[in-house]
Nanobody
C-alpha cells in the first residue's frame, strides 16, 4: 500500500511563496507519476501539476504555469511543489496524488486516481 504525507502548507500574503512536500512510502515506485491537486471551498478538486518518476517530465495546469514548479527526489521518494507569486485564488487544500498512469493524473477524473494524501491547507491573503 502506497502512503503519501504532505507538508508545507500555511498562510502567506499575495505575491509570496510556499513549498509543499509529499513524502511517499517506498512502494511509490510501483506507480509511474505523482502530482498535486487542489480543492477550494465549494469547488471540485482540480489537477495542478504532475511529474513522472523515470524521466522527470512535468505537466501543469494553465493557471499555474510560470509560477509553480514540481520536482522530485527519487532517493527520498519525495515530490515538491514550489509555489511562487501566489494569488488569493490559489487558496485551497492541496493534495498529493500518485497513479500508475500519468494521463489519469492529468485528465482525471480524480475519483480514478490510485493514491491520495490527506491534504495540506494553503491560504493566500490579499
Amino acid at each position: 500500500q502506497v502512503q503519501l504525507a504532505e507538508s508545507g502548507g500555511g498562510l502567506v500574503q499575495a505575491g509570496g511563496s510556499l513549498r509543499l512536500s509529499c513524502a511517499a512510502s517506498e512502494r511509490i515506485f510501483s506507480t509511474n507519476s505523482m502530482g498535486w491537486f487542489r480543492q477550494a471551498p465549494g469547488k471540485e478538486r482540480e489537477f495542478v501539476a504532475a511529474i513522472t518518476w523515470t524521466t522527470g517530465t512535468t505537466y501543469y495546469t494553465d493557471s499555474v504555469k510560470g509560477r509553480f514548479t514540481i520536482s522530485r527526489d527519487n532517493a527520498k521518494a519525495t515530490v515538491y511543489l514550489q509555489m511562487n507569486s501566489l494569488k488569493p485564488e490559489d487558496t485551497a487544500v492541496y493534495y498529493c496524488a500518485a497513479d500508475k498512469s500519468t494521463l489519469t493524473l492529468r485528465r482525471g477524473p480524480p475519483s480514478g486516481v490510485d493514491y491520495w494524501g490527506k491534504g495540506t491547507l494553503v491560504t493566500v491573503s490579499s
